[in-house]
């Protein structure tokens, strides 16, 4: 399987074209992304479980909406089930990437918390106070720890990002499927970072108004991730 080295750019043209996705039928949009927090809040109700039950179904979801990128774009139609798509698709897979991400997050956060020291965990996990000496101190703890933790988190987000289509769309079981998203984006790193950084801008921008503007920005983010695998991994494929 072939994977395309795109101009830096393409950052950019991922976004714009998954706005054009987008535009075809915002407001199932809009509804598809709000039935997938309001699943996401439901499920954080439950204690400790309820985010671990979310990340491992998140590649799931996302598949379908990868799905319904993918049937919107061959002039199909873009619908609510395609949220759920991915449960009718050998789910099996794509809960096992949702698995080693999810572990994957837990050890970096058992990183962060033994960079961060003892005063850290105590002020995180127990809620201690500390005093004005013990802050300083933790500061500077907080700083390192987050760096290492941004550090590790990279290459795993890297890894988990075409994951989900590379086992819907090309069949690949999952370890394989991560492996080459993770080769992938380190392949064409420039045109991600540029692709990032408008993306923070964006979500300043989309925030401003009360928020409103995120109901554009999520739908076009999810879009734009159908988007970047074309570029990457489809022959003869154009995003412009």
Not at 56 to 80: H, N, R, W, Y
Not at 189 to 199: N, P, S
Request: glycine share 8%; net charge negative.
């Amino acid at each position: 399987m072939e994977v395309r080295q795109v101009d830096a750019k393409q950052g950019w043209q991922w976004i714009v074209t998954g706005f054009r996705l987008f535009r075809r039928i915002p407001l199932v949009w809009i509804i598809l992304c709000f039935t997938l927090l309001l699943i996401a809040a439901t499920l954080a109700l439950i204690p400790m479980a309820g985010q671990f039950i979310f990340t491992l179904l998140s590649p799931v979801f996302l598949a379908g909406l990868m799905m319904g990128c993918k049937t919107l774009e061959q002039g199909g139609d873009l619908e609510i089930s395609h949220l759920f798509a991915g449960f009718r698709s050998n789910p099996a897979p794509l809960i096992t990437i949702g698995g080693i991400y999810l572990v994957g997050q837990v050890l970096i956060l058992g990183v962060f918390m033994l960079v961060g020291g003892d005063v850290l965990m105590d002020l995180l996990v127990d809620g201690k106070r500390v005093d004005e000496n013990e802050l300083k101190d933790v500061s500077g703890h907080m700083l390192s720890a987050s760096l290492v933790g941004l550090t590790l988190s990279i290459p795993l987000l890297m890894a988990a990002w075409f994951a989900p289509l590379l086992v819907i769309f090309k069949g690949l079981p999952p370890v394989e499927a991560m492996r080459q998203s993770f080769f992938a984006c380190l392949k064409n790193i420039i045109a991600f970072q540029i692709y990032a950084v408008i993306l923070v801008v964006l979500t300043i921008l989309a925030a401003i108004p009360y928020g409103l503007g995120l109901f554009v920005l999520i739908p076009t983010v999810f879009a734009s991730i159908y988007t970047s695998y074309k570029d990457i991994f489809e022959e003869g494929a154009e995003t412009a």
